[in-house]
C-alpha cells in the first residue's frame, strides 16, 4: 500500500464504515472489567463509553459475549488488544486477527487499538507488552503489519505506546519520533497513552512535553490514562492506583495541543469499587470540558 500523506486517511475500497472516532464522543470512558459488570448491567451507569479488552470476548459464545451484547446495546464501545504482538517477527498470527475480525463484526466498534510491541517469538507466547528495539529496520518491519492488518480488517486501527523500563543500546530513533512515524506511514491512528509516556520520561529521562510535540496532531484518536507505581527505583506502569497529579498536569497539555480527545481510565490491578472509577473519569471529564468550553 502506498505511503499515506499526513492529515489523510487509509481506506481501503469497499469499506463504508472504519472511520475511528465514528459514534465516540470527545468525552470520558471507563475500562470494562469483570469486577463491574454486573454493576453495569444492573444500573447503566451515565458513562460515555467503554473499552474491553480484545481477547476476552474471542469465545464463540458464553456469559461473557453474552453480557458485553448487552452492555453495547446501551453503550458506544472500544475493543483494545492485548495480544496481537505487533513487533514480533513471528508471523501475522492469522487465527487471532480473524478472531477479532469476528468481534468487530458482532459489536461494531467505534475503536479498534493495539500496542507497538512485541509479545513473543519463536511461537512462544510472553503474557507482557514488550518495547521495539526503535531503529528503521523495526519501524519498517512494524509498519508493514500495521498495514496489513489494516487491510486484512478493513478499518483503521489505533496503536499504543507502551511503557517500558530499558531500553536498546542499538536504537537510533527518539521513542516519539518512532511513534509518529509509524503513524505517518501507515495512515493509523494513535492511542496516545499519557501514562506511559510520563513513566517513560521518568524512567529514561527524556522531556515528555517534547514527545507531545512530535506527535501529529490529527494522529491522535484516543488517549489512555492510569496509575503507576513509584515504590521502586523508576515507576512502575501497574494500572494500580489513581492517575498521579504529574500524569494529570501532562494529559492537561495533551488535551490543550491535540484538543479534546475520547479518553479513558484503565484499571486492571486492586480494582477498586466502579464509583472509583467513575471519580476518575470525572476529572478527566472536567478538563475536556474546559478545553471544550475554549474551542467554542
Ligand atoms: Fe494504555
Redesign the pocket.
Known sequence: MPAVPAGQSFRPAGSPRWAAGDGLRAAAGLGLRTPHVREVLATRPPVAWFEVHSENYFADGGAALAALDRIRADYPLSL?GVGMSLGSVDPLDRTHLARLARLIARTEPALVSE?LCWSGVGGRHLNDLLPLPYTEEALAHVAARVTEIQETLGRELLV?NVSSYVGFADATIPEWEFVAAVARRTGCKL?L?V??IYVNAVNHGFDPDAYLAAIPRHAVAEI?L?GFDAAGSCLIDT?GARVAPAVWALYERAVARFGPRPT?I?WDLDIPAFAVLQDEAATAQSILDRSHAIAR
Open positions: 483494545h500496542h499504543e492511542l497513552d501514562n506511559n489512555h492510569a494500572h479513558l484503565e
